[in-house]
């Protein structure tokens, strides 16, 4: 920040001070520190922006008063008049974009501590959580236990295709037909199916999800639960 800050003072200064001690072939332009203030809106809090239009203010009126930079006119209010309403405009946007920023970063905040609060609860459940951004690839975001469950590595990439890799060939067919009717349709769905984990043990997995479409009909977003379900249907086995 105090890199940023000392770049738009020394802009600041040569445009409004004439640091530049302006000549033929150098530009002297109102809008150069404009890039400084505008990244620092997006990168900082609202504080440390106003601080930043605060130096270039304090440098711009006084260089104005001066008879220096882009808006010394005839009369000195006929100057300032001019350089309080480039100041404002750039206050409102910069402070506005500042806000912005802000905003989003305590929704992502909030996101995520609600990610982590339904993965504990998910973990506490025994369920493996997933969803799938479908126009933005085949790749899955899944929960810790959900890799647990089907036996994925930490940082293993989650597709389809892998998916199927672990599913019993007896099911894999059966399980492709109802992703491909989920996709069509939309809905929510519900299967159960076996997997090899790689110990080489099977498994049985409940799954139940859900796919939105789009004004258009196209699936847009799909997301689900899965539950080992193995010592019940053992137990429902022994039971018939």
């Given at each position: 920040m105090g890199i940023l800050l000392l770049l738009l003072f020394v802009l600041s200064e040569a445009v409004f001070a004439d640091g530049l001690q302006f000549r033929p072939g150098i530009i002297q332009s109102h809008s150069s520190p404009l890039p400084i203030v505008i990244w620092t809106a997006f990168r900082f809090t609202q504080r440390e922006t106003a601080t930043g239009i605060f130096i270039?203010?304090?440098?711009?009126?006084?260089?104005?008063m001066h008879g220096f930079g882009p808006f010394?006119?005839?009369?000195?209010?006929?100057s300032l008049l001019a350089l309080q309403s480039w100041t404002a405009v750039l206050t409102i946007t910069a402070m506005a974009l500042s806000a912005g920023m802000a905003e989003?970063?305590?929704a992502e905040e909030a996101l995520r501590e609600s990610e982590a609060s339904m993965s504990l609860a998910a973990n506490a459940a025994n369920l493996g959580l997933w969803v799938w951004n479908i126009p933005g690839g085949d790749e899955r975001?899944?929960?810790?236990?959900?890799?647990?469950?089907f036996g994925f590595a930490d940082s293993e990439p989650v597709t389809f295709d892998r998916f199927l890799e672990v599913v019993h060939p007896g099911d894999s067919e059966r399980v492709k037909q109802v992703v491909q009717h989920m996709l069509e349709h939309g809905g929510e769905h519900e299967i159960e199916y076996r997997i090899t984990r790689p110990d080489g043990s099977i498994r049985w997995i409940a799954s139940h999800g859900s796919v939105e479409l789009d004004e258009?009909?196209?699936?847009?977003?799909?997301?689900g639960v899965s539950r080992d379900v193995t010592k019940r249907k053992i137990a429902r086995g022994r039971a018939v």
């Amino acid at each position: 920040m105090g890199i940023l800050l000392l770049l738009l003072f020394v802009l600041s200064e040569a445009v409004f001070a004439d640091g530049l001690q302006f000549r033929p072939g150098i530009i002297q332009s109102h809008s150069s520190p404009l890039p400084i203030v505008i990244w620092t809106a997006f990168r900082f809090t609202q504080r440390e922006t106003a601080t930043g239009i605060f130096i270039l203010s304090a440098i711009a009126i006084w260089g104005t008063m001066h008879g220096f930079g882009p808006f010394a006119g005839e009369t000195e209010n006929q100057s300032l008049l001019a350089l309080q309403s480039w100041t404002a405009v750039l206050t409102i946007t910069a402070m506005a974009l500042s806000a912005g920023m802000a905003e989003r970063g305590r929704a992502e905040e909030a996101l995520r501590e609600s990610e982590a609060s339904m993965s504990l609860a998910a973990n506490a459940a025994n369920l493996g959580l997933w969803v799938w951004n479908i126009p933005g690839g085949d790749e899955r975001w899944v929960t810790e236990k959900w890799r647990q469950l089907f036996g994925f590595a930490d940082s293993e990439p989650v597709t389809f295709d892998r998916f199927l890799e672990v599913v019993h060939p007896g099911d894999s067919e059966r399980v492709k037909q109802v992703v491909q009717h989920m996709l069509e349709h939309g809905g929510e769905h519900e299967i159960e199916y076996r997997i090899t984990r790689p110990d080489g043990s099977i498994r049985w997995i409940a799954s139940h999800g859900s796919v939105e479409l789009d004004e258009r009909g196209k699936p847009v977003l799909a997301r689900g639960v899965s539950r080992d379900v193995t010592k019940r249907k053992i137990a429902r086995g022994r039971a018939v």
